[in-house]
């Protein structure tokens, strides 16, 4: 049931020894997310100040810290339950990045940009000092815009278009009212905010907007479906999914030319599938696993694996076992 409150919390180093400051952010964030500092910021005082508010289903938090580098790995996804769409809104600071998909393609970030990164797949941000709002939205909020809403993963809006300033305006004014706010108008402010920032990634992705928007919108969603339903079969691949539905060649490179290209989203799929499946089902040969998903062999799969994710199926397993037994 959801609770009919606005729950806050405030995380604050500033009282903390200057060499705990940076580790404590990290402990702060080590059930979603791993910091990845520099040589030079292990010890050194590090500036994090955090309120974090949870208003029904949602969750948004406006913070501000230092430069930092965090990334969510393939093996932190199979170790936790915490999924949804995240959506990053810089409200300033300048060149910060990420990398959120596995063929390594880097975006790049300032002030008014708003990066959506879908916390079932991994990502990798460069963060310089900022303050930033940070808002978890459920998957099935979206899916009247992306059926699959994973396939936000990684979109920036253009903070220089008039919808991604409205968003900015819109998330900072809640964060700095919400203790003025009862409880169901900050839920519907909200869900407000959160039907602005679906509209406006509808529209950069082409999906949303006139007639043609819409029959693209069912085709993206129908060449997913197919790609879902093939995957354990080795023949499928961009040529093949063409040949089967029957669509024109430019538009499907249109429609995933965000994601690197059909091909690379049919190997992303069979990889993150892959990724569940060895920790889920441990008792299962990896090679079984790569073969279920349509790699044609055990070597061709661990390769592809280990590119991906910088850690080889077998590590990631060990590495599970290791944790399970530690706790």
Not at 106 to 134: H, K, M, N
Request: hydrophobic share 40%.
């Amino acid at each position: 049931m959801r609770s009919n409150r606005i729950a806050h919390n405030r995380f604050d180093v500033s009282g903390l020894p200057p060499q705990q400051q940076l580790l404590a952010y990290w402990e702060q964030l080590g059930h979603v997310i791993e910091v990845v500092p520099s040589l030079e910021q292990i010890g050194q005082p590090f500036a994090c100040i955090n309120d974090r508010y949870e208003i029904g289903e949602f969750r948004i938090s406006d913070t501000f810290t230092d430069s930092v580098v965090f990334e969510r790995t393939i093996t932190r996804i199979s170790r936790d339950n915490v999924r949804g769409i995240g959506f990053t809104i810089f409200l300033d600071g300048e060149a910060h990045s990420a990398i959120t998909h596995a063929g390594r393609r880097e975006s790049t970030l300032c002030a008014g940009s708003v990066l959506a990164t879908d916390l079932d797949q991994p990502s990798r941000v460069v963060r310089q000092a900022c303050r930033y709002i940070t808002l978890v939205v459920p998957r099935n909020l979206l899916e009247h815009v992306f059926s699959d809403p994973g396939a936000i993963h990684g979109r920036v809006l253009d903070p220089r278009k008039l919808g991604t300033r409205l968003i900015v305006q819109h998330a900072r004014t809640l964060v700095e009212n919400f203790r003025y706010m009862a409880f169901e108008n900050a839920h519907r402010s909200l869900t407000d905010l959160v039907q602005l920032i679906a509209a406006a990634f509808g529209e950069e992705a082409g999906l949303i907007g006139n007639k043609r928007a819409v029959s693209r919108a069912l085709m993206f969603d129908h060449v997913r479906r197919y790609v879902r339903a093939n995957l354990q079969e080795c023949e499928l691949s961009p040529e093949s999914v063409i040949e089967s539905l029957g669509l024109p060649r430019s538009t499907i490179y249109r429609l995933f030319e965000h994601e690197g290209g059909l091909g690379a989203y049919i190997r992303h799929l069979r990889l993150r599938t892959a990724a569940d499946d060895l920790i889920r089902i441990p008792t299962i040969a990896i090679k079984d696993i790569g073969y279920s998903v349509g790699f044609k062999s055990a070597a061709h799969f661990t390769r592809a694996f280990q590119g991906a994710y910088e850690i080889t199926p077998k590590e990631l397993r060990l590495n599970n076992y290791r944790y399970l037994h530690t706790e």
